[in-house]
């Protein structure tokens, strides 16, 4: 007598340098996983086809379980209505390419799609710093080359009309600020990102308040790296110090913006420069605190409200393979949702 | 053989100056309504006691209908878990008042508080200018004395954490700008609000751009009203034009960052200001379109979509009796949301 196979998920992480495999039960314990360059220059399909290999390849190796399904983090702009990606600025030519078609038609599978800062805020949510407190909502905000986002409402990622809820990274925290390669000015990613901290950087070296120590990184020819200018902070360079508290200033008001709309009872830091908490994180509490009358009005000491606390505000904790779990995670969450339908909408009522 | 008796709602809308009380039935038409002086000195236990004779007065008059509830929509903040009033600035000694419980004791009806926004935005949702077509999320700005905001996501308002979600109006546009009373600085309220329209008319004309007769009302010892300032642009008087230039690009900026962050299909303008739509709206359309990439992208201009438009940004149809009208369909709502429960969370699967 034999078991019935165990379901299993494909996700899919794709990034602008790799691309990333991985198999998951339904405790979303990682069962396999590979890893490869993406080869942009070859093309959608041929990366594809590529992924759709190694994708069979890890399932051979697992017979005794039962692929449900494929789940994709993409950057975007994606139209997830129809699978089909936006204008990628990091994907030359590969705009109009429909994704999800094309990896359902190369695997067989039904394939779910997401934006990489979406299925990163899943992870977060059910498996890292909001998985403790049972939350049904919350946002991920990741700081990496620039600022993505991802909100969780009624336990659902938000998507809006078309697909592009949550671009809290280009919402403006300055209308008289820097011009954003998006077009607006002030955007949070100009400040907020590791591109930011580098913008900031050269600002304070060029400033009254730049140092010698600062001035010496960022007039190198060959370029430097923000986790430089964060161990010159954390070897109390004034300069370094301040470059971290105007991101987090900038951070913070982006937050606050999001808390006074939202009223979430989290927000999630993640993304390479989130690492650099220690620096930020009190000036971005101070402005949060400065520019959010709902932070503040639910605060204790408000006594508005007998609940223990206002918006958590804290750092990651899953890292880099956030984006790849919350892919693996979809095709669970699509299975659950199909067996548990929402109920009818109540439009008649009231005609 | 009687027919059974129908049902009706009872709304209240709590104003400072005026409480006005409506029955509704199921299609939502008034049968009856009734206003009086909101006796805000006497203390709100006798102000309820007063809503709860004048409700029983009209009710007497409909013995064919059944009363299933009373919706009340109250000015913010309000914690909705306890039905209890927080600190409103208009009702000096209100505070902590449990509403909903008194008036639940006065009437022997069930009571469902909400927010007067959100009642207002329910009611755009439904019978106003959101009516037609059918959308599950949009968000309501209602431009009164302050900004108040309602957001509908999927077909129910967003309350967020503590009910304070939806406080667009003390979102930043301006984190250098002035201070409010909320304690942010550059708050949405402090520029596109009728307090808003009469501060940047004085900063208008104390400026190089302010004119003799813009100066002649402004500095009328007796103070003015922001309709005196619209006729004075409807005559063409550039200063005047400016102020609502200015209010317009303050408000898009606002609305830019709520696209951003939500990507909704339509957003209702309302409120008094409403009124000067055709000052405002050029300059606040120009400033969506210039800090929201969610906006320009989804634009078709950009082909980035097949769909046939972006979010649309319209004025409210209702008018004055939006709150009342939200606030009277309540009642219905609770009894349908009763009987269609949301299926049960997904938690478990993941553990």
Request: negative net charge; aromatic residues 6%; proline residues 8%.
């Amino acid at each position: 007598m034999s078991l019935p196979p165990s379901p299993l998920s494909v996700g899919i992480d794709l990034g602008g340098t790799s691309l990333r495999l991985g198999l998951y039960d339904r405790s979303l314990d990682l069962l396999s996983s590979h890893s490869m360059p993406t080869r942009v220059a070859a093309g959608p399909q041929s990366v594809v086809d590529e992924a759709a290999a190694a994708i069979a390849d890890l399932l051979r190796a697992h017979p005794r379980h039962h692929p449900i399904g494929i789940g994709i983090g993409s950057p975007g702009p994606i139209n997830l209505q129809t699978g089909v990606l936006g204008l990628l600025p990091n994907f030359p030519g590969w705009d109009n390419f429909p994704l999800r078609d094309a990896l359902h038609l190369a695997t067989g599978l039904p394939v779910t799609l997401e934006s990489d800062a979406n299925a990163a805020a899943l992870a977060e949510w059910k498996c890292g710093s909001g998985s403790t407190s049972g939350l049904q909502s919350m946002a991920m905000i990741t700081l990496g080359t620039g600022v993505g986002s991802g909100i969780i409402l009624d336990g659902k990622v938000w998507h809006g009309m078309f697909g592009m809820g949550g671009e809290v990274g280009h919402a403006t925290v300055d209308p008289n600020g820097l011009l954003c390669a998006c077009g607006t000015r002030g955007c949070l990613e100009m400040y907020a990102s590791a591109n930011g901290v580098i913008r900031l950087s050269h600002a304070v070296a060029e400033s009254q308040q730049g140092t010698d120590a600062l001035r010496r990184i960022v007039d190198r020819p060959s370029g430097f790296m923000p986790l430089e200018i964060a161990q010159l902070a954390e070897h109390s360079d004034p300069a370094a110090i301040l470059v971290f508290e105007r991101m987090g200033s900038y951070l913070g008001i982006g937050l606050a913006n999001l808390i006074n709309t939202l009223d979430l009872p989290l927000i999630v830091i993640g993304g390479g420069m989130a690492r650099a908490w220690d620096l930020f994180a009190p000036a971005m509490f101070a402005a949060v605190h400065d520019y959010s009358v709902v932070y503040r009005l639910v605060a204790p000491s408000q006594r508005l409200y007998q609940e223990p606390d206002r918006t958590f505000i804290r750092p990651a904790t899953i890292g880099p393979s956030a984006g790849l779990l919350g892919a693996g995670m979809l095709p669970f969450l699509a299975q659950d949702i199909k067996s548990n339908p929402a109920p009818p909408i109540l439009e008649e009522r009231f005609q």
